[in-house]
């Protein structure tokens, strides 16, 4: 007989069968009831001893992170709170675990603690949910493009190219440090390092997309990209996982389309297949903010606040309507944004997204038509501004609670005012002569985003610390497991 | 009017109808049939132009590469090799393409020469075909897994940990090699590094693995994995993608028919979805094999392979009744082996892999049970071995023509034989205490193993060059793009 996995055991009607379930304890009771969970659900399943019938000895191991399994049979409970359970014949502990020294307890954990031993939070009901949603999400986003027939590209880690100037890098390397080759004036000789070249891990796969992009039409990244930069916040990471498509032939409107409707489709999976995940995580969203002030708890509950997103579509409007309504907003007159909005051409900071996304349009926001000098040398520029007031075709997708989750363009097709650009701004042109071929050979119009995958993650959990939603984060001076 | 993709319109019967059509210039015969192609299916469509009322000028720029968009009608095809084609009313160039310096022509290039423009080779039908099949890979390993229950771990990338062993690993730094921070003794000083240690390139995300399916049960995990090895086969790359399920409660059986059912379940799901690639890739490899003498060519080809594959059980036997078939097969006996099969201990060198599999048995294999001396630290201890031949439950599968595509093994639980175990081989057990974690709360019986994915693409493909089946490929001294 081969064991049953405990998601299946909770919807089974034929009472009466012996089952086999594996999983760990989690609750001990009475010295009868084993809450047992095996991760195919939130939900555990109880097992009932005998403890009359059963060696005092094998009861004392049944502790909370014990594995077990048991062999029983699937009768319908009489107790409160669970509809099946079994009542065992065997019971047999494959792994103890020694209550003194194992560290989750069956009470309330705090998020800080639970980091510090990511490899055993796992074991718990919020980061149970919390990865559970996003694998969902993960694979809605590949079934959302297969199902588009879009082409999944595993663009490179490993990079020669440092142009794309989107943070810093990591190096990769051979070298040891302690004998560096030399060039005869005294640079590094990366011709000796394993590539021949001075190498990094990526920052974007976008570059590597366009390419394909040029060929199969519509092409998307969904890989782990790299930022060396020493921000301890709870919305950035050195290691994070990147969703990045790219399509021929369509302009800045088709973008936005297809990236509103990539984000509603991933909500709607989550929340069609996520129900319990998602339910469990709200509750647990209540039960925080019952410590906050009325005025500072969310309008919404998590599952609302999802569903609101749903149902309303996406406010379009531009970088320059933008700063009007910023430039004449309360907290810009009455001095309150840490960086006060003057003129067109600022930079937008967190605080005049999340103004604009949470306080005036209550909505997700996409700006779009910024200056041209904030942004990268791939964006396709405006025809016909004013000099000064130069633009190009981005689009950002704002998010209320997490700001940035999406930030794409329009690609520059034209050959010259793309090779003038990257000029102007002292990229090697030479070096990306590869990238400007497909302005060289038949170049479209094309456009593309990037969405970060874990900041998605964080908006479906309503989790707020970005080190919550990937397994084994990676932040300065920590690399741990 | 939007466009439509020329795989739908290949597929359409209500001619009459308005078409945009957007892609590239495939070929362009008798100033009249334009063949195009948008990347979304190997075939083109023929667009016909009247060359009689279009401006000659418009016509030269008609170019192979050239981006063109031709609205029209479409239209039952007269002619021979299309059923459909469209009668063009507007025909506009949106990218030029110089014939003259355009590295593609329309005639066959040798995979060398594109491997050298490999951002232009997406471009070929070739080409199209293995990265549409490498897609449709992706995507049935996710849906397989998906539909199973397991739960998509994304494992670190950059890694604090060096004691994985599979192989030599890259550094991954943000030290100046110009001002390298020392200890007082004149080592490095890599609190000073970014992580606050010494970090590398994963090699594996196994051992985190192992966390998740303490908690989750079944996860796997699908992403780049990297070795420092100075090898420059046609099998081997420095940056590759592997999947790696960990299954909690599997045994080496468990784990062997799960290993057998996905990759069976890939090969079905590549040869339903991707007939039109498959086909022409089996043309491709026959033209190719007609260079070669009759008893050199393959007996099945490409479609019949996979099939065959289907169709039969992988043969299982163990490392020990390998040897004996190999210590007494003809070309051990006549020393036609570069390494000689004496003595059990032996590791099986890929020659010897490629007998069994080729020659022997004709058929996929699984070898299980090899000396422990010769496989990792990790692996399950077989009970009552003799001493001197003590074997662990590893388990590899060899596919003809590519040797090992899976290797696994069900994973030492027993905390007591894992920790001698490491002392034995040096490895730093108090570096590792998060993974002896899981054996010492709750520890059960589990397996897992590692598919190379770019091997599995090479067999689907019958490409020969795992640089010809990744879009970037990284080896030593060239990471180009």
């Known amino acids: 007989m081969s064991r049953t996995k405990i998601k299946d055991l909770l919807n089974a009607t034929d009472f009466g069968q012996q089952v086999i379930v594996?999983?760990?304890?989690?609750?001990?009771?009475n010295n009868q009831f084993i809450a047992i969970n095996d991760g195919s659900t939130l939900n555990n399943i109880q097992a009932v001893v005998d403890f009359a019938s059963t060696d005092e000895a094998l009861l004392k191991r049944v502790t909370t992170g014990a594995a077990v399994s048991v062999t029983g049979e699937l009768v319908e409970s009489l107790g409160k709170?669970?509809?099946?359970?079994?009542?065992?014949?065997?019971?047999?502990?494959?792994?103890?675990?020694?209550?003194?020294?194992?560290?989750?307890?069956?009470?309330?954990?705090?998020?800080?603690?639970?980091?510090?031993?990511a490899h055993l939070r796992f074991r718990t009901n919020t980061f149970n949910a919390v990865f559970k949603i996003r694998h969902a999400l993960a694979f809605a986003v590949h079934k959302f493009f297969?199902?588009?027939?879009?082409?999944?590209?595993?663009?490179?880690?490993?990079?020669?190219?440092?142009?794309?100037?989107?943070?810093?890098?990591?190096?990769?390397?051979?070298?040891?440090?302690?004998?560096?080759?030399?060039?005869?004036?005294?640079t590094v000789n990366y011709k000796e390092d394993f590539f021949g070249k001075s190498t990094n891990l990526t920052v974007s796969g976008q570059l590597e997309g366009e390419l394909a992009a040029m060929a199969f039409g519509e092409v998307y990244t969904f890989g782990?990209?790299?930022?060396?930069?020493?921000?301890?916040?709870?919305?950035?990471l050195a290691e994070f996982w990147m969703i990045e498509p790219e399509m021929a032939f369509y302009d800045i409107h088709d973008n936005m389309d297809l990236a509103e409707e990539l984000l509603k489709y991933v909500i709607r999976y989550a929340l069609d297949n996520c129900s319990d995940e998602l339910e469990f995580l709200k509750n647990r969203l209540l039960e925080e903010e019952k410590q906050k002030a009325q005025n500072e708890r969310s309008e919404l509950d998590l599952i609302a606040?999802?569903?609101?997103?749903?149902?309303?579509?996406?406010?379009?409007?531009?970088?320059?309507?933008?700063?009007?309504?910023l430039k004449s907003s309360k907290p810009n007159q009455k001095k309150q944004f840490k960086y006060l909005i003057d003129d067109w051409g600022a930079d937008l900071q967190s605080e005049h997204e999340r103004y604009l996304v949470e306080k005036h349009f209550k909505k997700p926001v996409i700006l779009t038509d910024y200056p041209a000098a904030i942004k990268s040398f791939y964006m396709r520029r405006n025809d016909g501004d004013v000099s000064g007031k130069e633009t190009v075709r981005a689009m950002d997708i704002l998010f209320p609670g997490i700001g940035?989750?999406?930030g794409g363009s329009q690609r520059e097709e034209r050959l010259d005012v793309l090779q003038k650009r990257m000029e102007d701004l002292h990229i090697p042109v030479g070096e990306m002569d590869w990238y400007l071929d497909t302005r060289r050979f038949g170049s479209a119009p094309h456009s593309g985003f990037g969405l970060g995958f874990e900041r998605l993650v964080l908006f479906v959990t309503?989790?707020?610390?970005?080190?919550?939603?990937?397994?084994?984060?990676r932040t300065p001076k920590n690399a741990e497991f």
């Open 22 to 29: 594996k999983g760990w304890v989690r609750t001990f009771r």
């Open 81 to 117: 709170g669970q509809r099946v359970e079994i009542k065992v014949t065997e019971l047999e502990i494959l792994g103890d675990s020694d209550a003194e020294k194992y560290p989750l307890q069956p009470k309330k954990h705090s998020l800080e603690f639970l980091r510090e031993i």
């Open 146 to 186: 297969n199902d588009k027939g879009f082409v999944y590209m595993h663009t490179p880690i490993i990079t020669g190219s440092d142009a794309e100037g989107a943070g810093e890098m990591f190096r990769v390397t051979t070298i040891d440090f302690d004998s560096v080759p030399r060039n005869e004036d005294g």
């Open 224 to 236: 782990p990209t790299f930022r060396a930069e020493n921000s301890n916040t709870t919305r950035h």
């Open 305 to 325: 606040k999802l569903n609101f997103c749903l149902e309303n579509n996406f406010e379009r409007l531009t970088y320059t309507e933008a700063i009007n309504i």
């Open 404 to 406: 940035e989750i999406v």
């Open 462 to 473: 309503g989790m707020t610390n970005i080190r919550d939603v990937i397994p084994f984060p």
